[in-house]
């Protein structure tokens, strides 16, 4: 099994930054991909995705403007946003996969989920 916990969200100002946190326990050796997912009212949405070669996917809706990144020594993922727009707002979820990266966007191959955290851009 593997825990994950997020942290960081909040409520912005339209231009401003915010930095996520994933706090990953457990079987953490088995994770082969990670990755953010977030969920307004409606579907939810892959933003982006890091492979445990560092390799790194986005959306394109948040591609110049957010990073993702992770530690492997503290086994945290991160995710950093920056130019934050209203469209961003959702609750956003952090997610491992022992299965790879393949099809990342859609989250099925994903089976570890945190709880979320809140991220609230007002224009």
């Known amino acids: 099994q593997v825990q994950l916990v997020e942290s960081g969200g909040g409520s912005v100002q339209a231009g401003g930054s915010l930095r996520l946190s994933c706090a990953a326990s457990?079987?953490?050796?088995?994770?082969?991909?990670m990755a953010w997912f977030r969920q307004a009212p409606g579907e939810r949405e892959g933003v982006a995705v890091i492979?445990?070669?560092?390799?790194?996917s986005y959306a394109d809706s948040v591609k110049g403007r957010f990073t993702i990144s992770k530690d492997n020594a503290k086994n945290a993922l991160y995710l950093q946003m920056n130019s934050l727009k209203p469209a961003d707002t959702a609750m956003y979820y952090c997610?491992?996969?022992?299965?790879?990266?393949?099809?990342?966007?859609?989250?099925?191959?994903?089976?570890?989920w945190g709880q979320g955290t809140q991220v609230t851009v007002s224009s």
């Open positions: 492979d445990s070669d560092g390799r790194t």
């Open positions: 997610a491992a996969s022992r299965t790879g990266c393949l099809g990342w966007y859609s989250g099925t191959n994903f089976g570890y």
């Open positions: 457990g079987y953490t050796y088995s994770v082969y991909c």
